[in-house]
């Protein structure tokens, strides 16, 4: 399950939720991670653009691989502005043992930081500033170039 | 026509262009200093799968995407 919400992630009702719809499934294990944007460098928050069509066929790519571990993904991301100590990003493993979860949440994570077509931006004094030095060039990212 | 966005940063309207092959674009933005910049460091996906290569035929319906660095989360 993939969710975009508009602005910053109401964490409670999405971990309450997940919960309440999975304890009854019968997976022994529930991890998830929650990002929370810092307050720092004088920001005031993010914010995110997202190409949802990519977003999909990735994220789907990987519901598959979970679930030919037995595993579930679950994942929600902000789109516009998150400001400091809001939460832009969930995600979480369902699986019947701990292992599983516990290294799919690793890789998965991980992953979605190199892969996932999310861009970011620094609100500094109500602009939106691209976060270049922190982002990832995408496998194959060059070949147009002259 | 196939048609070509600009996602994220680049910041730019989309355009139509007239090409038979996605190695045509090379061509067509040689000149342009600005996306050169963006080429640099961008991935292409043509109907939304990313290429890796610019052997690849394009027919007027297309969709071509340019992605630039990412940083979700």
Known sequence: MLKIYNGSLPVESILNEWYGIYKNQNYGAFIN?????????????????IYEPILNSWFDSWQKKANEKGA???MAHSLGDVLNHESSYISAVLSPKRRVALELIDLFVEDFKASAPIWKYDIINSK????????????????LKG | MAKVEFLG?????????????????????KNDD???K?????AVAVNDSIVS????????NDKISLLPPVCGG
């Not at chain 1, 991670?33 to 653009?49: A, K, M, P, Q, Y």
């Not at chain 1, 939106?128 to 070949?143: H, P, Q």
């Not at chain 2, 940063?9 to 933005?29: A, C, G, M, T, Y």
């Not at chain 2, 290569?53 to 007027?60: E, G, N, R």
Request: cysteine-free; overall charge negative; hydrophobic content about 40%.
């Open chain 2, 38 to 42: 963006w080429l640099a460091n961008s």
């Open chain 1, 33 to 49: 991670f929650v990002g929370i944007v810092r307050d720092e460098n004088g920001i005031d928050g993010l914010s995110f653009d």
């Open chain 1, 72 to 74: 579930y993904l679950l």
């Open chain 2, 53 to 60: 290569s610019l052997d690849i035929k394009i027919s007027p």
């Open chain 2, 9 to 29: 940063p680049i910041n730019r309207d989309p355009i139509e262009v007239d090409i038979s092959q996605l190695s045509q674009l090379k061509e067509l933005f």
């Open chain 2, 34 to 36: 600005e996306i050169q």
């Open chain 1, 128 to 143: 939106r500033v691209y976060a270049e030095d922190r982002s990832t060039m995408l496998e194959n990212s060059g070949i």
